[in-house]
C-alpha cells in the first residue's frame, strides 16, 4: 500500500505562493500518476491538479495558470507551485497516487494526513 506524506503548507496573504511536497513510498513510483485534492471542511475534496508518469499535466479550471504541478521520480515526490493564492484556496490539500490505464487514471481510495493553506489577509 502506497504512504503519502505532504507538507509546505501555512498561512500566507493573498497574492502570496507556496510550495507543497508530497513523498510518496511503497509503490513504483515512477509509473503512477499522481494528483493533488483539495477540501475544504464541510465540502467535497476536489480535484486540483495531476501529472502523469510521462510528465503530462492537467489543472482544475480554477487553478490553471496558478498552480504548477512537477514530480521527481528519483525522490518519489510530487510538488505543487502555488502562486498568486487567493482566499478561495484556503483548504487542506492532499495528494493522491493513480494507476494508469492507457488513457484513464483509477485513483487510490487511501489518502495522507493532508497540509493545510491558509490565505487570508
Known amino acids: 500500500q502506497v504512504q503519502l506524506e505532504e507538507s509546505g503548507g501555512g498561512s500566507v496573504q493573498p497574492g502570496g505562493s507556496l510550495r507543497l511536497s508530497c513523498a510518496a513510498s511503497g509503490s513504483v513510483f515512477s509509473t503512477k500518476a499522481m494528483g493533488w485534492y483539495r477540501q475544504v471542511p464541510g465540502n467535497q475534496r476536489e480535484y486540483v491538479a495531476s501529472i502523469r508518469s510521462n510528465g503530462n499535466t492537467n489543472y482544475a479550471n480554477s487553478v490553471k495558470g496558478r498552480f504548477t504541478i512537477s514530480r521527481d521520480n528519483a525522490k518519489s515526490s510530487v510538488y505543487l507551485q502555488m502562486n498568486s493564492l487567493r482566499p478561495e484556496d484556503t483548504a487542506v490539500y492532499y495528494c493522491?497516487?493513480?494507476?494508469?490505464?492507457?488513457?484513464?487514471?483509477?485513483?487510490?481510495?487511501?489518502w495522507g494526513q493532508g497540509t493545510r493553506v491558509t490565505v487570508s489577509s
Open positions: 493522491n497516487v493513480g494507476s494508469e490505464f492507457g488513457t484513464v487514471v483509477s485513483w487510490a481510495d487511501s
